[in-house]
């Protein structure tokens, strides 16, 4: 068998992993100095120039910190949670085409990781194992603020999932097929051939935006780790590095929720005009960088959200997502199948 | 130096499918997250002394002595009723994928396989208005 292939393949997952590990060091200083920029502070900016080496300076702290173990926790689950969580994040952007097909160093490279049929679904899936992480932590941690903070954690991903798959399944529908690459190439051209506009599928990217931000535990659905009432939540009783493993993932998972919305609704890769005679590495670079933009600009969306909306209570969330969300993505559908049966949306 | 030879993109299309990828990509994925878990394992041993003390193993309760084990705590039974509801709403959305992606291929029957679809979501539909009435979605 040529291994070839498979060497480019472990490249890619190589290379991809750690430009998502650095994007999330990244984003952690974004994180800091725009919420600092937003309640007119500073933030950390004294490490480096605007303070831009403090993540590093945080890994080497998390590293050296002593570790505990609650005593009567359940030594494997505690251990095996925070790597449920990080590997999880981690393979769920593997199908998101992140550039197209390339020539590099003589080589014609597919810039995706996995080019699955049920690409769709595997990133789906993915996400929705991430719950194990949070419901391990907070069981085996044996303490009263990790074990609500799990639960709690576990019933509002579930019940947000339903919403998600809801609103993506209307994209599936638009363009017929769950391979990501082929609901990118789909969308080229004008950006009114996205999605979100040529498939009438406002609504839905609204849905699943909303609901991302719950499956991803991020402000204004942060109950899983309301510090006012559940101190750190299912993370509680982490220290180290294994805390920050958590806090590694939620980050990749936000990149990853913003990564399948643009791919779902937003054009993927594709700058949004055409690219005329473009051809060879300017057209690559340029749509590498309209998607990091893209991708770029959701993140930079999620803090700021996070430090302008209030929590949610606990009640009023359940409801929004069953009562609303679900009901919701369920009459999108509907009107997104009327709307393809009778060829309003073309193919 | 290992040299390889340009190849075909429906090969490596094809591998790219193939199961080895998403083996090689749980693999590093788990050789991450064990070398993380190992180091912050090992170092603080190299460097710091060990000096975790038996309270620090206590589960946290604000700095006091925790005043009742965990097990004894009670929480609500709607989160068993979520993750039950969940699991029925949820098999019911996994049927409209394989739905969704082959609607447009049926261009004669459409209307037809529409019509099973509507069937379909009407009894979903009957069954959340069921569960919404019972109160099965409050929280208090």
Known sequence: MDIQPLVISLAKIIIISQVLMGGVAFMTWVERRVSAIIQFRLGPNRVGPFGLFQPIADGIKFLMKDETLPAGSHRPLFLLAPVIAFVTALCAFAVVPFGPIVELFGYTVNLVILDLDGGMLFALAATSLGVYGIVCAGWASRSKYALMGGLRSSA?????????GLAAVSVFLVNGTLRPTEIVAAQAGWFWNWNVFAGFQLLGFLLFMIAGYAETNRLPFDLPEAESELVAGYHTEYSSMKFSMFFMAEYIAMMTMSALAVTLYLGGFHPGFPTGDLAGWPLWGLQIAAFT????????????????LPRFRYDQLMDLGWKRLFPLALANLAMTALLVAFDVIKG | MLSFSP??????????????????????????????MFLTHLLPKLFNRAKV???????????????RRVEKHRFSVHFYLVAMLFILFDIEAAFLFPWAVTFRDFAADKLFVLGEMAVFLGILVVGFAYVWKRGALEWE
């Open chain 2, 7 to 36: 190849i075909s993109l429906g090969f490596q299309k094809l591998v790219a499918e193939s199961r080895l990828t998403v083996v090689l990509l749980i693999s590093w994925s788990v050789v991450m997250a064990a070398g993380l």
């Open chain 1, 293 to 308: 933009g893209k991708v770029g600009f959701f993140m930079f969306l999620f803090v700021w959200v996070r430090w302008t």
């Open chain 2, 53 to 67: 003390k038996r309270i620090d193993e206590s589960p946290y309760e604000c700095g006091m002595k925790p005043y």
């Open chain 1, 156 to 164: 509002q991903m579930v019940s947000y999932e339903l919403a998600l």
